[in-house]
């Protein structure tokens, strides 16, 4: 019988007991969402049998969620755009790699509400109404609103041939590339700041519109306006969350890649990638020395993990490649403080809306405080109530509530204890991570006063915890920073200087779940050479 790894009642097999590994199409590396939506795009449009390798004891990367007896919180996935309408290319690829299994729950009208200093701002459902609302904030400003709106959606729908050309044959792709790029990059090689400037002088006016830069890790001043304008228009039409979890989303696309004969295995950890004397990738090898054949090797293990660790050093192409990876920064780090309540049969939920909170206008700033004096305010908090947006958490943990507070730091804060085991990291540790989580609880109880005297459990991840679970060499959330050196990079695609192997994930289009899961389909399509971003489409359309 088979050793299980269970979450949230889904068994995931274990690679210690698994048995024999023949006759597989191709490996994944990783089960995070690009990983898993490769594979399953590779078995339902090529029939193609799929391993795929975790090292963690769950799978779904950044889609698992996170327990404690009562209590359940995601750890990555905090609100979804464009889930609810099934003619979008987001719905339609969801429903694609889950095979329609997973039912999307619509947040309330109001989806972000923007704390500036002790001003509120509400992002309200539809691209219209957010800019009549937007104006009412800022009578003065319609012109620049309505500007703004129309750049976003500029900007998003640029990216798409953007991100296609990276699927494209190599040969295809020089001679088309620079066509198929250079409308998105217009906007992607401007700073979110910069654009910003162009269009008003209302410092206010640009923090609210930039309040979701959490959700790719980067203030105005250093981030790329094409991957801020990808996000916003993303949210347009409100948010929405997976019914029944986060960890849905991995159990409703493990069918889909079995049926045809793939496996998902955790506690699965690669040590290195095989490549011959033709510079062709052969296969894996694991961690215990057991190698492992395909002909077709995809990595959803990150950009820099993949060249720096995971390829011999004397690969082609591969100094090349990481001398480009490397000269783009890794997104910030983060702490989580995850959060437990009761909750009375009567009482209501604690939020439904995600709070962006901030102390002042100047995002950059903020976060220049804070990174040179941890005692500063924080440079932003982001608050989301997990078991508000999903209806089945009440029947799943009666009498419970959870909420996540989140912000971003510095990896070098914790750089020091890096090579310490988990757990046992010293004295000076915990009191840092103790500060660290009173204070967030402290932030929650002012902002959220219902809070007070109903909070039963608190604990706080650290960047050493994504270090640790998620295999990011500096404790990163998003990968590599969304800067717009990152969209110049040639390097950054589905595509390696390694034949037969191909990167996936966000590292391979941009950050997020979503971006994940279209680094996966572009990393999908590259390999049989078919265009599967287009086959889902014109599924859709059928």
């Known amino acids: 019988m088979l ?46 049998r799929v391993l795929v390798l975790e090292r963690h004891y769950t799978a779904g990367g950044f889609t698992h969620v996170f327990h404690r007896p009562g209590w359940e919180w995601d750890v990555g996935v905090h609100y979804v755009g464009q889930a609810g309408d099934r003619s979008s290319q987001v719905r339609a690829m969801f429903d694609e790699i889950t095979e329609g299994r997973l039912t999307w729950n619509a947040m309330p009208d109001v989806y972000d509400r923007i704390r500036i200093a002790d001003r509120w701002y509400d992002f309200v459902t539809g691209a219209e109404r957010f800019r009549e609302r937007m104006q009412e904030y800022f009578p003065g400003e319609g012109r620049a609103i309505a500007r703004y709106v129309q750049q976003v959606r500029d900007a998003a729908g640029a990216s798409a041939m953007y991100f296609a050309e990276k699927a494209l044959p190599a040969a295809f792709a020089t001679l088309a590339g620079p066509l198929l790029r250079r409308r998105f990059l217009r906007h992607a090689e401007q700073t979110t700041a910069g654009a910003l400037a162009r269009l008003t002088g209302n410092r206010e006016l640009a923090a609210v519109l930039t309040g979701q830069w959490g959700n790719y890790g980067l203030p105005p001043a250093a981030s790329s306006f094409g991957m801020h304008a990808i996000i916003a228009e993303h949210y347009f039409d409100g948010g929405f969350y997976p019914e029944g979890g986060a960890s849905r989303i991995a159990a409703s696309i ?45 990595s959803d293990a990150g950009a820099w993990n993949t060249f720096a660790k995971l390829l011999p050093e004397s690969t082609a192409g591969r100094a090349a490649a990481l001398a480009e990876i490397e000269s783009i920064p890794s997104s910030m780090s983060h702490l989580c403080l995850y959060v437990g309540l009761r909750r009375g049969p009567a009482d209501p939920e604690f939020g439904g809306a995600n709070l962006w909170i901030y102390p002042g206008a100047d995002h950059d700033a903020n976060v220049a405080r804070f990174h040179a004096d941890p005692e ?53 540790y915990d009191a840092f991570k103790q500060r660290l989580a009173e204070r967030l609880r402290e932030e929650l109880e002012r902002h959220v006063p219902a809070v007070r005297g109903k909070i039963e459990y608190c ?8 270090r640790h679970f998620a295999n990011f060499q500096r404790g990163e959330i998003y990968g590599m920073s969304a800067t717009p050196e990152r969209f110049r990079a040639r390097r950054l695609g589905p595509r390696t200087p390694v034949q037969n192997l191909y990167l996936t994930g966000a590292d391979a289009a941009v950050p997020g779940v979503t971006g994940a899961m279209f680094g996966g389909a572009l990393a999908a399509s590259a390999v049989p050479r078919r265009n599967l971003l287009g086959a889902v489409a014109r599924r859709k359309a059928a």
């Open 254 to 298: 493990e069918p889909a890649i079995e049926r045809a004969g793939g496996k998902i295995l955790v506690g699965a950890e690669v040590a290195r990638i095989l490549v011959d004397a033709h510079n062709r990738a052969t296969g894996v090898r694991m961690a215990d020395g057991q190698e492992l054949r395909a002909p077709v090797v995809m």
């Open 376 to 428: 500063q305010p924080f440079p932003g908090l982001f608050i989301s109530f997990p078991s508000a947006k999903d209806p089945t958490f009440a029947e799943r943990y009666p009498g419970r509530a959870t909420i996540e507070v989140i912000t971003l730091v510095p990896y070098g804060w914790f750089e020091q204890w890096q090579d310490a085991r988990w757990k046992r990291r010293g004295a000076d």
């Open 459 to 466: 604990e706080l991840s650290t960047p050493l915890s994504t």
């Open 3 to 48: 050793l299980m790894s269970t979450l949230a009642g889904v068994p995931y097999k274990r690679y210690a007991a698994a048995g024999a590994f023949d006759g597989f199409d191709a490996i994944v590396i990783g089960s995070g969402m690009g990983g898993l939506t490769a594979a399953a795009l590779m078995a339902r449009h090529a029939g193609k």
